[in-house]
């Protein structure tokens, strides 16, 4: 298979390390180190456990946060969401943002619904980048598979490396990950 930059679409064999050698792009606006106000208040949104906070739902129907272990790999989980992640467009308020998601064999965070019978929060395994291109409203956050079944219904995931029928969302199969040990990380 091919990988290919977010922003310059340029192919590569091997996973793409950020920056891209040929564009020069990075993630700076993706992994908390420079942040415009627009994504300093959607990360605030996101990591409200950090804080030693509950998961406020911001008036949205589903709301996630990183926990430690997540927060301490987001470089990472953003690197394997965006050469892994399988992409989607969602539709917001009028306008259409590419996302790339996927779930990593490992919990990154907490997240609440108002579609659970209590507010009591739930693991997640995911990570969506909403707009990464975009330097200004870009950002990632982690996703319950709930949010993921509702909002992307009816469309399919395959294995990014066999190629496999999976669980919408899964962008690799646990075969995949149980040949690299189940450490994600072996994959970038
Ligand atoms: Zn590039
Ligand atoms: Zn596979």
């Avoid at 390390?17 to 180190?33: Q, R």
């Avoid at 470089?75 to 779930?103: A, D, M």
């Avoid at 709930?146 to 669980?167: E, I, K, P, Y």
Wanted: with cysteine; charged share 15%.
């Amino acid at each position: 298979m091919n990988f290919s930059c977010y922003n310059c679409g340029q192919t590569s064999p091997s996973p793409i390390n950020y920056p891209c050698s040929t564009c020069g792009v990075d993630i700076s606006h993706l992994d908390g180190t420079s942040l415009s106000d627009w994504n300093q208040k959607k990360w605030g949104h996101h990591t409200s456990l950090l804080s030693g906070s509950y998961i406020p739902l911001h008036g949205k129907d589903w709301n996630c946060s990183f926990d430690l272990v997540g927060y301490s790999k987001i470089p990472k989980i953003v690197e394997f969401t965006l050469n892994y992640g399988q992409e989607f467009t969602l539709t917001h308020r009028g306008h259409t943002n590419s996302v790339f998601l996927t779930f990593i064999p490992e919990i990154i965070g907490s997240g609440v619904s108002k579609h659970y019978a209590s507010l009591d929060s739930h693991p997640v395994s995911g990570c969506c980048i909403i707009s990464p291109k975009s330097l200004e409203y870009g950002h990632p956050f982690p996703i319950l598979h709930d949010w993921v079944s509702t909002t992307f219904a009816g469309q399919d995931s395959r294995c990014t490396l066999c190629g496999d029928a999976t669980q919408l969302g899964i962008t690799v199969c646990w075969k995949c990950y149980a040949q690299h040990d189940n450490d994600w990380t072996k994959l970038l």
